[in-house]
């Protein structure tokens, strides 16, 4: 067989020319796109794993957040709790002390009431049973209520201390206030000067006396001198009476509550 060596030559030249184009023009490009294409998804892939990590980092810091707040939310539930229970504590305390306060006046006030009271019907009874005694003591001897009062009474500034003497008279020699007789009614002349003779002697006066009523006394008869006073009335015995009362209640209180 013959072999055509100019056409074997020519095809072998259009293989090398094709083969030299195909490599110019396709794999050269072709190369450089897929080159391209893997920088390109390198590429993507690092911005990914960045994106990841900044990701994780963002979680993680969420995460610290997020416990940071639950802790403080514990501490100021806490807190809270704590302020509560010494609010409660206090008011509690204060509600106590007020409780108390008021209990400690209701008791006093109605002790004053029940002392008012009982004072006010010792009144009463006084008034009343010296008014029958004085009509009784009128009808069964000539002496009356009155001038019985001024003979004990007279007695009394006779019976008076030496020392609550001296006191007395020497205030009112430092003093330009006269004494004051009060006397629970009118005294009859002869019973007022009778007393005025009395307090003149005992005392060394010279001077006028002043006679006042005072109703307060309850059959009675007072001498006042700058502060200091000698007097005889029923109000006062009944006052020691209430006393003397008094303390036994508040001795039989005590051994109650002992």
Not at 51 to 79: G, N, Y
Request: hydrophobic share 40%; proline share 1%.
């Amino acid at each position: 067989m013959l072999i055509d060596w100019f056409t074997l030559i020519a095809q072998l030249v259009n293989f090398l020319i094709l083969a030299w184009l195909l490599k110019r023009f396709l794999y050269h490009p072709i190369v450089a796109a897929l080159d391209a294409r893997e920088k390109k998804i390198a590429s993507e892939l690092q911005h990914a794993t960045m994106v990841e990590d900044e990701a994780k980092k963002s979680m993680s810091e969420l995460k610290q957040k997020h416990d940071a707040l639950d802790k403080q939310r514990t501490q100021i539930m806490q807190q809270a709790a704590k302020e509560a229970d010494e609010k409660k504590a206090k008011l509690f305390i204060e509600a106590h002390q007020e409780y108390e306060t008021l209990r400690a006046r209701l008791k006093e006030s109605l002790h004053n009431e029940q002392k008012n009271l009982q004072q006010e019907i010792i009144d009463r009874i006084t008034s009343e049973v010296f008014s029958i005694a004085e009509k009784v003591l009128a009808e069964l001897a000539d002496l009356s209520l009155e001038d019985r009062i001024v003979k004990v009474f007279c007695e009394r500034l006779q019976n008076t201390a030496k020392s609550d003497i001296t006191a007395m008279t020497g205030l009112f020699h430092q003093s330009n206030h006269p004494p004051i007789i009060r006397s629970a009614y009118t005294l009859t002349s002869e019973n007022c000067e009778r007393v005025k003779k009395n307090v003149m002697e005992l005392f060394g006066i010279d001077s006028d006396i002043v006679v006042e009523i005072d109703t307060n006394l309850i059959s009675g008869i007072e001498l006042s001198m700058n502060g200091y006073s000698i007097k005889w009335n029923i109000k006062a015995y009944l006052e020691e009476l209430n006393v003397t009362n008094e303390a036994a209640s508040r001795q039989g209180e005590e051994r109650g509550g002992a």
